[in-house]
């Protein structure tokens, strides 16, 4: 959810601010990512706000060192914003403005998130706000002026975290979640040879789960919304992307939503009880409420 925020905040600023990348002579590795607008540097919000959120919501969960816990944050922050000067995709300006801003954006954001996950989880109806919420904000995306796939990503973002929100919230309602049997902080458990091989194979079933409900949610949403609009799928696949085009636009907002979502509600969902099934789950996931 701190992740979900901060992207849009950010995204949306880069389409309302409207300044562009750095015009120093560079080879830019991210051609389509250098289509968008460059203010403020949402690489840097992100490279702010997972590490230390991480940090906050669980120094008083887990019995870690807090000097190490900063110190890897500071540097995951630091590589990644000296990479993106580096790269030609940032001016210095614009990482300083994206930590900035972040810093600012955290102060209120991780209370509110801490008390809003949890409501989101317990309410009987929460899942109706939850996509009304989440549809609204893509509708209402600032206009960029020219096609960029800014909106695109955030859309991405806000339908994952909605579909994570509401695989969390099906578990609760269904009695899946439960608390701990000892109350925090816990021991940190190192994890064995046994483990690790568990850990592995449940990435890789993780991962060919989630290409194939990418694949799967991108090609039914997409010939199921030009259907609606009345239009040839291959046809509106190869006409170019700009704002003229509302029809490609409305597409590609509606695959990315769904395809995302199920990405979402599947990571949290349906692959945790297919772990289990297969015996090769975690079981304190379900007592991490």
């Not at 919420?133 to 096609?147: A, C, E, K, Q, R």
């Not at 609606?228 to 636009?249: F, V, Y």
Request: proline share 7%; charged share 15%.
């Amino acid at each position: 959810m701190v992740w979900s925020a901060v992207m849009y905040v950010g995204q949306s600023l880069k389409d309302i601010i409207r300044w562009p990348r750095p015009g120093f002579p560079v080879s830019r590795l991210q051609k389509k990512w250098g289509l968008e607008y460059g203010m403020p540097s949402t690489h840097a919000m992100v490279s702010v706000a997972i590490p230390f959120s991480v940090l906050i919501y669980t120094y008083d969960r887990y019995i870690f060192s807090l000097p190490a816990g900063l110190a890897f944050a500071v540097i995951w922050c630091a590589v990644i914003c000296f990479s993106r000067v580096y790269l030609g995709m940032h001016s210095v300006l614009d990482i300083l403005a994206g930590l900035v801003l972040v810093v600012t954006l955290m102060i209120p954001l991780i209370p509110i998130v801490d008390k809003l996950d949890y409501i989101i989880v317990t309410s009987s109806w929460s899942p109706i706000p939850v996509l009304a919420v989440s549809i609204l904000l893509i509708v209402f995306y600032p206009d960029s002026g020219i096609w960029t796939p800014t909106r695109g990503d955030t859309a991405l973002t806000v339908s994952v975290c909605a579909g994570l929100e509401i695989g969390a919230w099906l578990h609760y309602m269904l009695g899946d979640f439960r608390p701990p049997a000892n109350p925090p902080p816990y021991e940190v458990i190192w994890p064995s040879y046994a483990m690790m091989g568990m850990l592995l194979l449940r990435t890789v079933l993780g991962l060919c789960c989630i290409v194939a409900t990418r694949a799967f949610g991108k090609s039914i949403s997409y010939a199921f919304v030009c259907f609606l609009l009345g239009r040839d799928k291959n046809e509106l696949r190869q006409s170019e992307n700009t704002l003229q085009n509302k029809n490609k636009i409305i597409v590609e907002l509606s695959y990315k939503f769904f395809a995302c979502a199920m990405i979402g509600f599947n990571t949290q969902y349906l692959l945790p009880n297919v772990f289990k099934l297969l015996r090769i789950g975690r079981p304190d996931f379900y007592t991490e409420i």
